[in-house]
């Protein structure tokens, strides 16, 4: 059974960074885009960030664009999220996701095949 499980999470003050992971298992994820969501209290689960190995390309929410950087390891079948100046508006439960890759598909919704348990980060002021 195919399972993703996030770790990375903890408490940062305003500016630190933090690296997240996703540890993929249970098939091969090279022909899936890998996508990181978060979702603060109250709020709706929110993209951040995804990777397509089979079109090279990433994509970037407004949030995250110029702080984040996502990338994949596909030998380890393992998804990063390096997250720099973070903010305490970056608090959320940042979650993992996987969908098959295909052109021209939306990555921006929170419509994936498999998804993590989630990992909390909190941003301290």
């Known amino acids: 059974q195919a399972q993703l499980v996030e770790s990375g999470g903890g408490l940062v003050q305003a500016g630190g960074s933090l690296r997240l992971s996703c540890a993929a298992s249970?098939?091969?994820?090279?022909?899936?885009?890998m996508g990181w969501f978060r979702q603060a209290p109250g709020k709706e689960r929110e993209f951040v960030a995804a990777?397509?190995?089979?079109?090279?390309?990433?994509y970037y929410g407004n949030s995250a664009r110029g702080r984040f950087t996502i990338s994949r390891d596909n030998a380890q079948n393992t998804v990063y999220l390096q997250m720099n100046s973070l903010k305490p508006e970056d608090t959320a439960v940042y979650y993992c996701?996987?969908?098959?890759?295909?052109?021209?598909?939306?990555?921006?919704?929170?419509?994936?095949?498999?998804w993590g348990q989630g990992t909390q980060v909190t941003v301290s002021s």
């Open positions: 996701a996987a969908k098959v890759d295909r052109l021209g598909m939306n990555v921006y919704t929170p419509i994936y095949d498999y």
């Open positions: 249970g098939r091969t994820f090279s022909s899936y885009v």
């Open positions: 990777f397509s190995w089979s079109y090279g390309r990433t």
